[in-house]
């Protein structure tokens, strides 16, 4: 046989390869699609048996497209693969001075983990711990050494709304997320909103600017607006925050939370509210610096383990706590950087079955206009965690279906509800989800669908045809 005809019958196989990839949409599927006004090559979608064997159905599956933050699928296996479910972020204190009769004549230096979960209350206890350990008194500064991150070059701000919560920056000594957070009350229409602090941080200032409305909720946090500038120095530095906007009182009882910048101003506010609540003082500031000489820890504190961790990151979608956990994924003894955590997610992915040129990464959090993936690869990820020892962990930090996280309100009148762990993504642009169904036959299906159209965001149904389709409905 001419090998020219072997030739063109093996590219008329991959071009019948490439047309069943490109197969027509499912019926229902089409309509959800063009109902929410999207191009067919807008959407990227695969479903296949989470044990393996052939898709059920692929179209445009091998097309690089933003996931959003269905990216944190791969930093938690990765985190969870390389580190195991026993994985504990610790943080240290150390005491540069003598400590007399609970008073400490000299600095207290902490030194930061990169610990993703250090909340405000959990800081509370550590410095419980202090106290047990006979401080009562710091004469000194407390020194923050963040030293494990290194230096973030100067981005252009993400989106316009840089005091959202999920723009919070990584830093080595990260207190509850970056970010204050706030209970707001609207009672009745143009009267002043309500507001108060939730988590403890000494000197604050609040300006209160916000009104109540008539109308429907909708987006209420569209409508607010916080801005924290810098007051006083030294042992008095504190923040003011200026609160703008209205907030529609059918919203009732709301949590708003908020960007801080200065993750080293803010330690010392959170710091300061809650040592001097359990009696201690601190005529010091906060301050950086270096833990330099070897010294012996005063106290430490242990984060919860790694899967406790993915489950409060995956479930809400944390970004900067998707953020730490990438950077952890370079750690080699020196700064960490997420060109370092590419490095070395690129040369773990062949293992995985993965292909790293199919992945884009900035930060593995998914809040990235660069990062990039296919729903062909998010399906081999799929694939590979199921079969994984750290499967359980994996799967028990996502979002079930009607019942908790970014899911919870979405099919719960339906069979579906309870049925399914879907990790969701959305920005300008984009909409996706991926993780797994328990379909009508009692078989486990992985999926993962990508939306890339001005339009996506609001393509909610295109998500909900695609969840119903697999679980046969």
Not at 415 to 421: E, I, K, L, S, V
Request: with cysteine; aromatic share 8%.
């Amino acid at each position: 046989m001419p090998k020219h005809f072997l030739r063109r019958l093996a590219l008329a196989c991959l071009a019948c390869l490439a047309i069943r990839a490109q197969a027509s949409l499912p019926d229902p599927i089409t309509r959800a699609v063009r109902e929410a006004g999207l191009p067919a090559d807008a959407v990227s979608l695969w479903v296949g048996p989470a044990s393996g064997g052939e898709p059920s159905l692929q179209h445009n599956p091998r097309q690089l497209m933003n996931p959003a933050s269905v990216m944190k699928l791969i930093t938690s296996y990765a985190a969870l693969d390389q580190f195991g479910p026993a994985w504990t972020w610790k943080t240290d204190a150390y005491l540069r001075g003598q400590l007399i009769d609970g008073v400490l004549d000299g600095d207290l230096v902490i030194v930061g983990s990169g610990d993703p979960a250090l909340t405000w209350d959990r800081l509370g206890q550590w410095l419980r711990d202090w106290r047990t350990r006979g401080l009562r008194e710091i004469r000194g500064n407390i020194v923050i050494d963040s030293g494990l991150f290194a230096q973030a070059p100067l981005n252009a701000p993400f989106d316009e709304a840089q005091h959202r919560a999920y723009n919070a920056q990584p830093d080595a000594f990260l207190i509850n997320f970056g970010a204050l957070s706030l209970r707001l009350n609207p009672g009745v229409a143009n009267a002043p909103v309500e507001a108060s602090v939730l988590t403890p941080a000494a000197p604050l200032r609040i300006v209160n600017h916000l009104k109540s409305m008539p109308g429907a909720c909708g987006d209420w946090r569209s409508g607010l607006r916080g801005t924290f500038v810098p007051e006083g120095n030294g042992k008095t530095a504190g923040l003011v925050l200026t609160l703008e906007g209205r907030l529609a009182g059918s919203c009732g009882e709301r949590q708003l939370n908020l960007k801080i910048d200065d993750s080293l101003r803010w330690a010392g506010l959170v710091i300061r509210a809650q040592w001097q609540e359990i009696g201690g003082s601190w005529a010091g500031e906060v301050v950086r610096g270096n833990a330099t000489a070897p010294l012996t820890a005063f106290s430490s504190w242990e984060s919860p383990s790694l899967p406790e961790v993915l489950r409060d990151m995956n479930k809400w979608s944390n970004n900067v706590m998707a953020r730490q956990i990438f950077l952890a994924l370079g750690a080699d003894g020196a700064a960490q950087s997420s060109e370092k955590s590419i490095t070395r997610l690129q040369a773990w992915m062949p293992a995985q079955g993965l292909d790293a040129t199919q992945w884009i990464f900035e930060n593995g959090s998914g809040l990235s206009r660069i990062e990039r993936t296919t729903a062909a690869q998010l399906g081999t990820l799929l694939r590979t965690a199921w079969h994984s020892p750290r499967m359980p962990e994996y799967v028990m930090g996502l979002p079930v279906i009607g019942r908790d996280g970014t899911m919870r309100a979405r099919l719960v009148d339906t069979p579906m509800a309870g049925r399914g762990y879907v990790k969701t993504g959305t920005l300008d642009g984009v909409k996706s989800a991926a993780g797994y169904v328990l379909d009508a036959k009692g078989e486990w299906q992985a999926f993962a669908v990508i939306l890339n159209h001005p339009r996506a965001p609001a393509a909610e149904t295109v998500v909900d045809a695609v969840l119903r389709w697999i679980y046969g409905l």
